[in-house]
């Protein structure tokens, strides 16, 4: 500074001055808890703790205490009084229990509190530790002071009821969300450089597009990977700059938010301790801190969370109560409930919490669970890593292959999952029992090896072996052991969480299986549109039909008219609303289903129901069980008034006549009808269109119904599989609905044309570039069906896969194929009765496709010519045949078979290179 201000030695001096006024300064603090009011008679928060914790002990375990209860509860209670968390544990118990009384449903736990037997007697955590040897070390280690971390799971649309209440307890200015900060992403630097710069809206997406879309890519990423990236960088100055701008700006915060879940409490205004903000997202103030700094800064922080799963067995209790006046009690339903594992072991666990993938209906066939610790142990091994231990998991369950411990001592830890180590609390117990690892050793053991801290797995090691052979274990098993604890400690999974998590995997089984009808209605209402053609797929397996709105039967939500009976809510219609929905179930109820329209018009306040409200009820169908077609409510007059405009206009008419003669002369009825005109309902297609604008959802029929034989039958993939197998050359064939075209112009300004097909499940977008364009452009009609013929191939520049059509298949050109394509039928074990229903439908059946038997009987293999040719739709029929395992068809567009599994509960072997036999309809016959 002297040599730059030489004769300025004022300035040098102030700017000492202002060094010494900086003050350093730290956001770390103390653990700050908020003050509990304690019930008279108790003297402090652990006294009154105490207290509860062995009240609620001696209501679930009975008096006298077991000793072992009576030990660990001594035991946690010590640690807890130690660290000063008493106050924490009343504060959670006491909203927990509040929301109970609100009438929200509270989860068993999560995480590692149930860990804790003080958790579960005071009411905290509904998972009983001992039973399933649970650590309180996992949840609370006595030597690191650190804040317990109890998250709690609501029902959805409770949580915020249970914020509210701990609002009104500690007060507004004490309670706040957290802040989440959004941070710059290459695209978005780019595109945010290019506006503050006045670059235009082309080619700042010019730029920006040239940058892999994969989440998380850098810029300098960016310039190595992609060759047009970089020569845009290099070639354009004005691109350079930007860029050059944007790698400054990377990974900057943004934009702000508000934490999902994330809630603290204070015993004091929060701004004596952290700075706040407001949020637009959120009632209260939020805390400029994220997660881990708040943390750090001593504030008490709590999760409240939201299950959507919470709230589906909330309706399903309350569906249940209504319709059968049967009371259930989630959280003491049995746990060894016979038709609850039956389901569980045929694998039928669509809709059923964390069990619903195909995967895991698969293994779950094969392990056959029989108790909840099978659904524990399937909940932590169903994840990238210890996934490939579910088959040995399998067979030793069921006794195939043998269990084999380095030392008798690891049977008594790993028993119970067949000598698999698959919870980090099991690494904790071998480290206790096999090297005399006091809780809290065991317990950093465990957070080394998840976390993956070598330089302290390598010096634990050395404890660990020591103590081993204090323990008379020689040091080759130690080694031996400690290596595979390193190496399942990788992904060891929490036993706490797994146990809570499959307690509410269990809870929706047991309803599933023995209250079906209401837990799929419950199942429906919190179903997005994109996966509700999967469970209405669900219920129609489940011999449950799904009829459409109805205003006589219909309820707000999805509801059960009967067992195999179950009617869309009045909600799920657009534009109604639940004030109109509201206003029809509460007249229906108060005075009865309505009769005819005339009945439905005189009743309904036209204030809550509108001219929008009735088409769309008209178009959902909601007015069909009246007898009425849904073309008559569309029906123009001559002053082009349709007829909705006039029912309203009679149903005001109605009401103000009626209101005037009830106050002249009582409750004298006026008579009059409303007549509604006589004219031809919609054709099919305009009928579900029409259904369709009000539902947003396909309901008395599809589009592709005529065609859902093909799609079955004939492509290798549904448009949700398209994206999962990419590898360069993968030929596929697919079919959709087109729904909408649009021209746009690439870099070059050359055309191209995107394509959005639709299917029954889901949606893909097609690109046809170049000659494709024109090919493409020419073919493809909106609201047509088509089959693609496509190709996999890797850009050599990007390695990025890109789909190339290279065909497109009218319906006409598919069906001609289809009818005459060879088919092969696979039969597992078939017995006499099976080979009657066969006969009769070949019998019965004539057609142009030829039909060949793959029969796997007795072990044998043996491939079977059909003498006569039948129609291609004798495979509906097929489907009712238990033996029949698969139908494949030849395909001649991809020149292979096309394999459909009919019986998913066998495992057949492909059989190849069998000799094929002609076989006439007499030799069938004597067989």
Known sequence: MLQCFPDDEESILNTLEIAEKVESYSIENNIILPKFTL???FKDDFDYLSFLT????????????????????????GVIKKMGFAGYFLIVVDYIKAAKQMGVLVGPGRGSAPGSIVS?????????????????????????????????????????????????????????????????QARMAVRDVCRVKGIPLSKADKIAKLIPARPGTKLN??????PEFKQLYDEDPEAKQVINIAMTLEGNVRSTGVHACGVIISPSDITDFVPLAQAKDSPIPVVQYEGKDIEKAGMLKMDFLGLKTLSIIKDTLELIYKRKKIKIDIDNIPLDDKKT???FQNGATVAVFQFESPGMQKYLKDLKPTVLDDLVAMNALYRPGPMGYIPTYIKRKNGSEPIKYHHKIMAEVLEDTYGIMIFQEQIMQLSEKMAGFSKAEADTLRKAMGKKLHELIEQMKVKFIDGCVKNNISKEIAEKVYEDMAQFGNYGFNRSHSVAYSIISYQTGYLKANYTAEFMASVLTHTSLKELNKMLSECDRLGIKVLGPDINESNTNFTVINDKTIRFG???????????????????????PFKNITDFASRIGTRSINKRVVEALAQAGAFDSLQLKRSQFFYVYDNNENTVDRLLRFANDYQSSHNATASLFGDEEIASEFPMPDCQEWDYKTLIEKEHEALDFYLSGHPLDPIKHLLTYFTTNKLIDINKTTEDGKQIFFGGLVQSLQVKNDKNNNPFL???????????????????????????????????????????NSNQAFLSISSIYTIEDIQKAFNKAKIIISLLDPNDEDWIKLIELIENNDGKNSLFFNINSNGKNLCLKLGKSVDYQIINEL?????????????????????????????????????????????????
């Open 39 to 41: 019930p008279e008679n």
């Open 54 to 77: 062995y009240e609620g002990a001696k209501n679930k375990y009975g008096n006298p205490l077991p000793a072992e209860v009576n030990e660990r509860i001594e035991y946690e209670l």
């Open 120 to 184: 579960y007697c005071i009411g905290i955590t509904n998972v009983e530790p001992l039973r399933y040897k649970l650590l309180f070390e996992r949840f609370l280690n006595p030597e690191r002071i650190s804040m317990p971390d109890i998250d709690v799971d609501f029902d959805d649309a409770g949580r915020q009821s249970v914020l509210n209440y701990v609002i009104e307890k500690y007060g507004n200015e004490r309670v706040a969300q957290i802040v989440s900060f959004q941070t710059m």
């Open 221 to 226: 990423n960016a310039l190595e990977e992609s």
């Open 341 to 343: 594992f039956e389901l």
């Open 570 to 592: 009045l909600n799920s219609i657009k534009n109604v609303g639940n004030i109109g929905a509201e206003a029809i179930i509460k007249e229906r109820d108060d005075n009865g």
């Open 754 to 796: 995107i394509a959005e097909i639709s299917d029954y499940n889901s949606n893909y977008s097609l690109r046809f570039f170049r000659n494709d364009f024109s090919y493409a452009q020419s073919l493809l009609k909106l609201d047509n069906p088509y089959f693609f013929l496509g190709k996999w191939q890797i850009n050599k």
């Open 879 to 927: 489907e009712n045949i238990k033996c029949i395992t698969s139908i494949k068809i030849y395909n001649e567009f991809i020149k292979d078979y096309i394999e459909t599994i009919i019986n998913i509960d066998t495992d057949t072997e492909e059989i190849i290179d069998n000799e094929v036999y002609a076989l006439e309809d007499e030799t069938m016959m004597e067989m």
